[in-house]
């Protein structure tokens, strides 16, 4: 039932193509306004690329948060779907999964493109895609929470990033010191290690937080 | 517990006790302030900046008591169906986000002499002002739905989650130690300031947390007031 959910969300996603092409050309065009703003100088760049592509992707992916009830709620398949006898956290993992493959990877995916404007060694490309990778996931889960907590909500849109930006600090931190660590030959493992514990333990928080709020969006 | 859910009742237990509350929390934040000010030694390094601790560091705790607060009633609200824990929580998110404000500030004050810079980022200054936001976030969330009944119980959520970042305030200093000092007064091992120091310092937490029920009392007193105002002015318009 869950992955029929998760096969119906991608399926509409991939009619509207746009929507994932939105996000990343987003993600694009914020993190190449940084050249603009502090200089040309490659060096430079390539020592900030790590936390320039960090915070861009996620801004990138806190937008589509906003999409992850909303469309639903609005057509009342929502509800459709919580009397459908579904358990309501199946319902919240699988939108949470839905959102990780149609945000953060493609956004994660088209990272090492802008990582290579930026001058960033090669030899960084795959740390960073993995840490971009672990992280949108965690964002997906904890983004699943502010998207239901805000649903019905006048002005949803801005207030997703304020409740989940202030939240995802911790996975940024671990995001750009692990691309940090590899940058001075250190190994990146403790930071994606912690990522990945981070993830874990967001799933059940996720899985006990959304669905409380969705039950009072659907009352 | 149950017997202050009716809100005409908690009105009448609570409201005689404001004036006292209020008579309270003036005397021991002026005791408080005269030691902090003048009967406390300045320290041997810090000189009289020293002083500002005695705002700084109730302020601090205050934003986390209050935070506890704003959670443990919450979360009784969405337990329990208390009617007016959410009232209770909604009024104290502001009063602990001054708190928490009022912390920055002072600790920019202190910071700027002492470490040579207004703001650093550090773990402890940090993860407050991640505290602050989160205040701002429930502060702001409630006024976003129509229904004054889903707003609440969102924002109860939301702050119930939000517990997760008291730890992370308090041990910030350990976990991430590079220029706010660790812990000094409640650790395992006692408080590692003198006497002479430490009296100041809990008069005017005291004060502080009388001036927190005071303003808290009132607050809730006019949401309960507001709200029978309301239903009153709905029935008039019935008739």
Redesign the interface.
Known sequence: MALLLVRRDLSLAWRQRGQVLLSIAFFLLSASLFPFAIGPDPLLLGRLAPGILWVAALFAMVLSLERVFQPDYEDGSLEQLALSGLPLFLLVLAKALVNWLTGGLPVALASPLVALTFSLPAALYPVLLASLLLGSLCLSLMGC?GAA??L?????AL?VP??V??LS?PVLILGVMAVQAEAVNLTARPYLLSMGALCLLLVP?TAF?AP??LR??L? | MHVLANPGKFLRIFGPLLPWLSLIALALIAVGLYAGLFLAPPDYQQGETVRIMYVHVPAAWMALFVYATVAAASAAGLIWHHSLAFVIAQAAVPIGATFTFLALVTGSFWGKPMWGAWWVWDGRLTSVLLLFFLYLGLMALPEAFDKRERGQRMTAILSVIGVVLLPIVKFSVDWWATLHQPASVLRFDGPTIHESQIWPLFVMAGGFAFYCFAVLLVRVKQQILETRLRRLQLASADA
């Open positions: 929470i907590l805000t019905g909500a006048r002005r949803a207030l304020l409740l930006l202030p600090v928080l937080a409380a709020a009072q969006a009352d």
